[in-house]
């Protein structure tokens, strides 16, 4: 069975940064996909940001695109989110996701693993 485990998030004034972290362990997560994908009160979740297993390649909504890097360390098992220059329409909980299903990162749909995840709030 496996498990994602996130931490990083926080309260921040508008501009400011936050590193998010997920921690997968008890699957061969480094072979799958990795994303982290955000939702708002009253909103659809969406796909924020997603990671081939390579890091190859990656994808970004264009609402985040130039504002946050997306990473992984495959040998100690985490996927890293840091976001710059936050908004206060960031502001939402962050999940950790995994694909197994071999879709494409961009796919909202191929993400069958989350974590709990962590709360963002950006302050005006």
């Known amino acids: 069975q496996g498990q994602l485990v996130e931490s990083g998030g926080g309260l921040v004034q508008a501009g400011g940064s936050l590193r998010l972290s997920c921690a997968a362990s008890?699957?061969?997560?480094?072979?799958?996909?990795m994303a982290w994908f955000r939702q708002a009160p009253g909103k659809d979740r969406e796909l924020v940001a997603g990671?081939?297993?390579?890091?190859?390649?990656?994808w970004y909504a264009d609402s985040v695109k130039g504002r946050c890097t997306i990473s992984r360390h495959n040998a100690k098992g985490t996927v890293t989110l840091q976001m710059n220059d936050l908004k206060p329409e960031d502001t939402a909980v962050y999940y950790c996701?995994?694909?197994?299903?071999?879709?494409?990162?961009?796919?909202?749909?191929?993400?069958?693993?989350w974590g709990q995840g962590t709360q963002v709030t950006v302050s005006s």
């Open positions: 008890g699957r061969a997560f480094t072979n799958y996909a």
């Open positions: 990671i081939g297993w390579s890091s190859s390649s990656t």
């Open positions: 996701a995994a694909s197994s299903t071999g879709y494409s990162i961009r796919s909202e749909v191929g993400y069958d693993y």
